[in-house]
Every structure is written in structure tokens, then in C-alpha cells.
């Protein structure tokens, strides 16, 4: 099958990047994001690097030709791109709404027309987002009900004809862990966030399994909590 993994040089989508290079079913992945995906650090025994091409985007709100042509007859994308909470305070809030609606809207919109058909978009969203969209939590309310509105346009979009039945899917991470790949001092203020908001935890590698699972095998369910994200990411790296 052909992947895309939009966002493909961030947190997450290193470690997808890297399961997938060694992943059976995956014969082609594409890294779509705005500079060059490397090759992955610490990629497996068993990995296959020719089936990784990096699709470097210049414009999220209109692809060029040369990208779609990449892009085309994928059968799942796994989507990455965001503005997380910790880097808000670095733009406009009119650039994040930008990036993590407008940018996933046509991102999504672009990928199923020219895709395969049944086409599953995962898209990794956030543990605390409300998709009542009246809802404003007391911690980052703009924030977390731009990401309930993305929520909604995804679960709307593939309820439209024009969505040539794609199948979505929601994940809602709490705190992604990576001890090796977090510096000391966001280990403890990422912890201290957690209790104090009652975040929940998931490793990298059971995320990043989870998301490219549900890519290759089919959508366990619309929303994935946090909960589901650990137990099938702990069920197949078990069995791997
Ligand atoms: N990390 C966590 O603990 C956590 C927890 C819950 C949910 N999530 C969600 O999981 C998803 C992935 O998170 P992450 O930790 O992997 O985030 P990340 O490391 O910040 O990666 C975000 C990706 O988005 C790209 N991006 C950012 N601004 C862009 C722009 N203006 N144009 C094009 N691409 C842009 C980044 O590209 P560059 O590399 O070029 O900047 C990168 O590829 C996000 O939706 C996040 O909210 C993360």
C-alpha cells in the first residue's frame, strides 16, 4: 500500500516514518512536509529506505502539480501537521487556525480526490478536545476548540458525496512520551502538566504503531482516546 505521512519531520511522524520503512504491507511512503524528510536515525534491521520519498510542499493551500502527481494514488494518509500548544506563543493565532484547520482541510481534500478508493485519513488531534464547539475549557479555549473544529470538518467531510467514501479517523493522544527523544527539563514539565490537568500518556512507538495499524488494516473506530491508542499499540509491538 502507499502512505502519505504529512507532517513526516515532526515528533510523531519520525517514529511513523521509521515503523514504516520496515512494515510489510507499506510499499511506498510518502513524507509530505515544508523542508526535506531525512532518513530516520535509528531505523530497523529490516528496513527498506527506497521506499521512502520525500515530497517537499511549498504552498499547503494549493498543491503544485509535482506534488500531487507524489501524492496520488495513496491509500491512507496519516496527518501530522499541527501547531502544538507549546509552540502557540510563536504566531499569530490567525496563522495557527491556518495551519491546523485550513491546511488539514485542504490536505484532505486534495488526497481523496486523486486517491485510491477506500482512502482512511488518520488524523492526531488531542486528549482534552470537546467536539462541542460551545464548549471553552478554563486551559487554552480558542486552542482547543479550533482543534473540535477540525475534528468536525474532518468527521463532516467524509459524511459529504464529493468525499468518494473516504474513511476518517480521529486519534486523541494525551502526553506522547519519549524519554530518549525529550530533553530533561520537558520530561519534568511535561509531567507536572499532566497531573495537573489530568492528562492521560502514550509511548512514541505505541502511537506511532496505532496510527500506521489502523492506516494499513482498516479504522477500529472513528475516535480513538487515548486508552485504545496504548492498548493496540502495546498489542502489536508485543507481537512484533
Ligand atoms: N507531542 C505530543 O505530546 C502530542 C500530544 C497530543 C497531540 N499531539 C498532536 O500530534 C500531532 C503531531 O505532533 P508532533 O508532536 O509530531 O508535532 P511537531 O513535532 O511539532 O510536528 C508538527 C509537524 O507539522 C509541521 N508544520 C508545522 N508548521 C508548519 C507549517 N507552517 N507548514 C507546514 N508544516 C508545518 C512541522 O514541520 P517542521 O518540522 O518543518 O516544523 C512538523 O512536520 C499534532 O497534531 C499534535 O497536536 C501531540
Redesign the pocket.
Known sequence: MKLIV?????????EVIRQALSHPAVTSVVAL???ATPVPANIGPDANVSKLKSAI?ND?DNYSESVKADLAGADACI?????????LRTMPFE?VE???LD?TANGLKTMTGISNKPFRFI?????KVNRDETVRPWIMPDYSVL?SRVENHILDFAKQPDSRDAQVCI???????APGHMSALTVVA?TIMRSLIGLPRVELDEIAATLLNQAVNGIEKETLLNEDLVRIGRKILRSS
Open positions: 504529512a507532517g513526516a519531520t515532526g515528533f510523531v511522524g519520525t512536509a515544508r523542508r510542499c499547503f496527518w501530522l501537521i499541527a501547531i502544538t500548544p507549546s509552540k496563522q491556518k495551519i491546523c491546511y488524523y492526531t488531534s488531542g486528549d482543534r486519534a486523541r493522544p494525551g502526553l506522547i512520551y511535561s
